[in-house]
């Protein structure tokens, strides 16, 4: 099948249906959910991967269609996306130089405008050969520093970065945490790290001074720990 092709998993039936492609296919692109909405950003245009994009689009999963954004201020690829605070981040990559970004950016629906937020990653040591590792539990945002292994939580007020501890994964084993998952999970922080039963759980907190992880058992068999990419669906 040629191109980029968007798939929709239903739970319900355990089912796969093909979608209407995005307005602006793409790949190396934010994305975040919210409700019955998909938010993407930025990537590059896939056909030839060289572009580098500020535009972004919204998709309603009941009607399956598309909708087109207001383009971001920063054209980026290789950017993480999350839902906090009822808007849509788009946080960190590249470039169309290559430069990483340490600048971040919200869209608010209510305005219809997309905001920067200048040295948001200061504080985060940036890899080029991935997207920053972050998840949003209860509202708050959290990220893998995966340079030094350790939790850090975003603090709204300072723009600024707190330590949380560490993880008990390797995540600099491979370069820029490679390999390694870091989401949410309900109310939880999950990782899953790059050998055979690394998966752990724990409840954080922006006022706690150490995490408390637990082990969690993610099967059995052979299998390639290295993960590529993956995504969290509450039953």
């Given amino acids: 099948m040629d191109g980029a092709v968007i798939w929709r998993y239903e739970l319900t039936t355990n089912e796969w249906f093909k979608d209407p492609s995005m307005i602006t296919p793409r790949c190396r692109f934010a994305t975040a959910s919210c409700d019955t909405f998909a938010y993407v950003a930025g990537g590059l245009e896939t056909e030839n991967c060289i572009q580098v994009l500020n535009s972004a689009e919204k998709y309603n999963s009941e009607n399956q269609t598309w909708e087109k954004l207001p383009n971001m201020n920063q054209t980026r690829k290789s950017c993480s996306g999350c839902y906090l605070?009822?808007?849509?981040?788009?946080?960190?990559?590249?470039?169309?130089?290559?430069?990483?970004?340490?600048?971040?950016?919200?869209?608010?629906?209510?305005?219809?405008?997309?905001?920067?937020?200048?040295?948001?990653?200061?504080?985060?040591?940036?890899?080029?050969?991935?997207?920053?590792?972050?998840?949003?539990?209860?509202?708050?945002?959290?990220?893998?520093?995966?340079?030094?292994?350790?939790?850090?939580?975003?603090?709204?007020?300072?723009?600024?970065?707190?330590?949380?501890?560490?993880?008990?994964?390797?995540?600099?084993?491979?370069?820029?945490?490679?390999?390694?998952?870091?989401?949410?999970?309900?109310?939880?922080?999950?990782v899953i790290g790059t050998t055979s039963n690394s998966c752990y759980t724990c409840l954080p907190h922006p006022d706690l001074e150490v995490l408390e992880w637990k082990q969690i058992v993610c099967g059995s068999g052979n299998h390639n720990p290295f993960i590529h990419n993956c995504a969290v669906m509450l039953a």
């Avoid at 040295?119 to 940036?126: F, G, P, R, T, Y």
């Avoid at 708050?140 to 993880?167: I, M, P, R």
């Fill in 85 to 190: 605070d009822n808007k849509f981040y788009v946080i960190g990559g590249q470039d169309e130089k290559d430069k990483d970004l340490t600048c971040g950016e919200f869209f608010d629906e209510m305005t219809n405008k997309w905001y920067l937020i200048p040295n948001m990653l200061k504080d985060i040591v940036l890899s080029s050969s991935r997207s920053p590792l972050i998840a949003v539990v209860n509202n708050e945002l959290y990220t893998l520093d995966a340079s030094s292994n350790e939790v850090k939580v975003y603090v709204k007020g300072t723009n600024s970065w707190k330590k949380l501890g560490f993880v008990p994964v390797r995540a600099d084993k491979l370069q820029g945490g490679w390999g390694v998952a870091f989401k949410s999970l309900g109310n939880e922080l999950l």
